[in-house]
């Protein structure tokens, strides 16, 4: 959670947590009278973000201190005036890395996001980050909140990927998605 995300007013619990009128999970730790701050906020960390200034695609992800994961998502034009295909999801661990992945494939493919958005792939810096680093580091939070061992990796190699963190990420992605099966019988 990122001190610049913004405060909310609680005016419910989910999940045991306080949530905003929107059901969005608020901090059961950063709280102040009737309000406390939000867990994800894509727009306010900006940490995971693709595109230009004026069109980009933000996101962001909490990891719950009861298995549970947040992925929120927007993708802002200020072209259309307007932010759009917001997606806010509460799961479960073991689906978090399916779902970074396919909301990650979703934005990219997107109509809207690729024939307004400019996405340099050739730099890689900035705003023009590799697609996947969301999707990385949600993987290796998933894998160290389900106590597995996990290697250490550069920040670069988190931006932008490489052989060694491909293939621990395979293992992540295989084993949330062996006990996902598991767990649906």
Known sequence: MNQDYPY???VSEKNGYPADEHGRLLSKKDQRGDEARELTSPNSSRTY????????????????????????SFINSDLHRSTQNEQYVI???????EHAFMLIKDTHTSEFQWKDIFHDKSRKRGW???????????????????????????????????????????????AAQREKHVSNK
């Open 128 to 174: 023009n980050q590799d697609l996947w680093f969301f999707y990385r580091d949600v993987c290796l939070d998933v894998a160290r909140a389900m106590k597995r061992k996990v290697p250490e990796f550069s920040e670069r190699q988190r931006r932008f990927g490489g052989k060694r963190i491909a293939a621990f990420i395979d293992t992540v992605d295989a």
């Open 91 to 97: 799961m479960s661990l073991n689906q978090a890395p």
């Open 8 to 10: 909310r007013k609680i």
């Open 49 to 72: 973000v693709l595109g230009s200034k004026d069109r980009f695609a933000c996101f962001d992800y909490a990891i719950l201190d009861n298995d549970l994961v947040i992925l929120h």
